[in-house]
């Protein structure tokens, strides 16, 4: 089974920090991607990977980095925690399409409940 | 811009089959259509995929119209642990369709 695994469940961090969310994949995906999940809300997208060193900014990308220096690694950075940005976040991975087709098969984590205090 | 519309919430018994069908008027062409399950505090989780008339697996069936603007996702004889979030995920043509962008899901509730 594809296994997509977050470094931490649980993150508390004060304002103003630099926080770090990691995530990795072990199925050799193309793809990989940064939600955020607030009550209400649904996933919002923050950013996207398609390959290694490649970035996208999703919906929501604004006090957010990423950085993907390998293929099954994907890093979340909050330059500057602040408390609008206490959520739970999850990364998720997919391959590429075989069919040429856009399949949305995402294989997500079980994501980290970041709070910003 | 909402890309997908579901009902917000739903209430079914068990035994009972659920439809949970979601509009995506500007499907991309290429597109799928995909629906995911979410408990919570639990990432979602893949369900069932399909591109047009009719896909069944040992989860669940998904029926496409030929016009592909909206989709039913269909449980048969829900349990008490079918209470999840179920979203549908479309790409739409409007928008760069690499931008796996979530609605707000429909939250199914299923009692005894």
């Known amino acids: 089974d594809v296994k997509v695994t977050q470094s931490s469940r649980y993150l508390v961090k004060r304002t103003g920090e630099k926080v770090f969310l990691e995530c990795v994949q072990d199925?050799?995906?193309?793809?990989m991607f940064w939600y955020r999940q607030d009550p209400g809300l649904g996933l919002r997208l923050i950013y996207f990977?398609?390959?290694?060193?490649?970035?996208e900014k999703g919906d929501i990308p604004e006090g957010y980095s990423v950085s993907r220096e390998k293929k099954e690694r994907f890093s979340l950075i909050l330059e500057s925690a602040s408390t609008n940005q206490t959520s739970m976040y999850l990364c998720?991975?997919?391959?590429?399409?075989?069919?040429?087709?856009?399949?949305?098969?995402?294989?997500f984590g079980s994501g980290t409940q970041l709070s910003v205090l | 811009l909402a890309k997908t519309t579901q009902p917000i919430s739903m209430d079914s018994y068990e035994g009972q089959e659920v439809n949970i069908t979601c509009s995506h008027n500007?499907?991309?062409?290429?597109?799928?259509i995909t629906w995911y399950q979410q408990f919570p505090s639990q990432g979602p989780r893949f369900i069932i995929q399909?591109?047009?008339t009719k896909v069944t697996n040992e989860v669940a069936s998904l029926f496409i119209p030929a016009d592909r603007k909206s989709s039913t996702l269909s449980l048969p004889r829900v349990s008490l642990s079918d209470t999840a979030v179920y979203y549908c995920?479309?790409?739409?043509?409007?928008?760069?369709?690499?931008?796996?962008?979530f609605g707000t899901g429909t939250r199914l509730q299923v009692f005894p």
């Open positions: 998720a991975s997919s391959p590429r399409s075989t069919t040429g087709g856009q399949e949305r098969k995402l294989f």
């Open positions: 995920l479309v790409g739409d043509k409007s928008y760069n369709t690499d931008k796996l962008i």
């Open positions: 399909g591109y047009k």
């Open positions: 990977s398609y390959d290694v060193k490649m970035k």
């Open positions: 500007n499907i991309a062409t290429n597109d799928y």
């Open positions: 199925m050799d995906h193309e793809n």
